[in-house]
């Protein structure tokens, strides 16, 4: 995913002696002026700079509107200004700003700030601990920012099957183990298309998202299914795998036959204009994953409506 930077700036002189600072890099820098900052907002950057001496507006209402903005309330903010008064700069920091550099700017120090900030930020949020994947705030922010830039997509949901039965006869540790495994399946296949636009998140236990550019989904979607069961039997005792099932009490203390543990995915395709908000989305992608689960053993299912 690549990492956008905004300035706001009415100056374009001044912008784009910051957009050459960071040229050789691999953000994604794009400059607007101070009327334009919903244009910034609507995007979800992942940092956001802003030029006070260049702006027609206080910038400290400037930064609680970028705060208070429900996508944009983690989002970093830099203020770089020719104001040294304490009492200005300490208001400013107040107003939920990371960073106020004092102008003349020195280019090496706005360099560093800025990378430094953009490493913080892209493992801050990592936010699962256990696969080192975005977590829901991070998914809803690329699904909205998607279906706003009216982008053709396509989002993998994905989760095991029986995999509650599976931590009652292994623990969680064990349970744990196969999250994190499940998780390399999916980045990995995931990342393996070339040229596409891709993320990969974690919503939580044994659910994952993936968001993919145009790409032949179907083919995704087999790579992982061949590759989670190729492996899957490493975390099964020998017992298991040669009877096939797993075997769990009840709280009526009869035992229950399960499956061993496989992965059901649906697909949604977002052609342009089919969904206006995300909550559609997941919406269609239970039902098509719901599919997907009535089929016994590692299955996919893609919904190609159109409407």
């Not at 998202?209 to 179907?218: L, P, Q």
């Not at 009840?250 to 977002?270: C, H, M, Y």
Request: hydrophobic content about 40%.
């Amino acid at each position: 995913m690549v990492q956008e930077i905004y300035i706001i700036d009415d100056d374009m002189k001044s912008a784009n002696e910051i957009i050459k600072l960071f040229e050789k890099d691999i953000f994604k820098i794009k400059s607007v002026v101070t009327n334009q900052i919903d244009i910034a907002l609507r995007d979800i950057p992942s940092l956001i700079i802003i030029n006070e001496d260049s702006i027609k507006r206080d910038i400290i209402e400037l930064c609680q509107k970028i705060r208070s903005n429900e996508d944009n309330g983690i989002t970093p903010i830099i203020v770089i200004s020719s104001n040294s008064d304490k009492e200005h700069r300490l208001n400013v920091l107040k107003s939920a700003v990371e960073y106020y550099i004092k102008k003349p700017m020195d280019k090496d120090y706005m360099y560093h700030t800025v990378r430094n900030l953009m490493r913080l930020m892209y493992m801050n949020r990592r936010v699962s601990p256990l696969t080192g994947l975005p977590g829901n705030v991070q998914i809803h922010a690329e699904l909205k920012k998607r279906v706003l830039k009216k982008e053709e997509f396509a989002v993998l949901y994905a989760d095991l099957d029986h995999f509650k039965e599976y931590n009652d006869v292994y623990g969680f540790l064990k349970g744990d183990e196969m999250i994190k495994y499940t998780a390399r399946t999916i980045v990995r296949n995931i990342h393996e298309l070339k040229d596409n636009d891709c993320f990969v998140g974690h919503i939580g236990g044994d659910d994952f998202v993936a968001i993919v550019s145009k790409a032949n989904y179907e083919e995704v979607c087999q790579n992982i299914i061949a590759q989670f069961d190729k492996y899957i039997e490493q975390y099964f005792n020998e017992e298991d795998i040669q009877r096939g099932y797993l075997e769990v009490e009840n709280r009526k203390g009869v035992i229950e036959q399960f499956p061993l543990t496989s992965i059901s995915i649906g697909v949604v395709e977002a052609d342009y204009g089919r969904f206006e908000n995300i909550l559609q989305i997941g919406e269609v992608g239970a039902q098509v994953k719901h599919a997907a689960k009535t089929i016994m053993g590692s299955s996919y299912a893609i919904d190609r409506r159109k409407k």
